[in-house]
């Protein structure tokens, strides 16, 4: 695996539920903005990806909530891709607010659709290596 890529968030206080802390689906968003940032940070656009005929899919994401995040909290999301071989690859990501605390933990699986044939591509890393300006974000 890499070394984390990481982006800061500011809870926003519509992002919060009735009990005052973040609604479970917000987290899900502040993993999917962490991921975009680093295929951004890696010289990979929505174009781009397009261009080459794929686009990524989740294909499964488990959350372990660890210490809830209320408004205005600051928090830092990381996110290292880990990559196994075949059709699909892993990401780990952690939700931390500045002071260290661990508020969530998220693991997911994804891979690349060939956008014509909508099938997941093999290999999806030889993808990634070929758009991105810098593959050492992706530990490749």
Known sequence: MSEPFSVRITVRGYETDVQG???QSVYINY???ARWSLLQAAGISQAGLVAK???PVALETTI??????????????SCVFAWGGGKTFRIQQ??????GTVSAEL?????L???KERRMVANPQD????????PSLFGL
Request: no cysteine.
């Open 21 to 23: 802390h973040v609604n």
């Open 31 to 33: 993993a999917e903005h």
């Open 53 to 55: 005929g794929v686009g």
């Open 64 to 77: 372990r909530y660890r210490h809830e995040l209320l408004a205005g909290d600051e928090v830092d999301v």
């Open 94 to 99: 952690t939700i931390r607010r500045t002071d």
């Open 107 to 111: 693991t997911a699986v994804g891979g």
């Open 113 to 115: 659709l060939d956008l």
């Open 127 to 134: 993808y990634f290596k070929e758009l991105a300006t810098d």
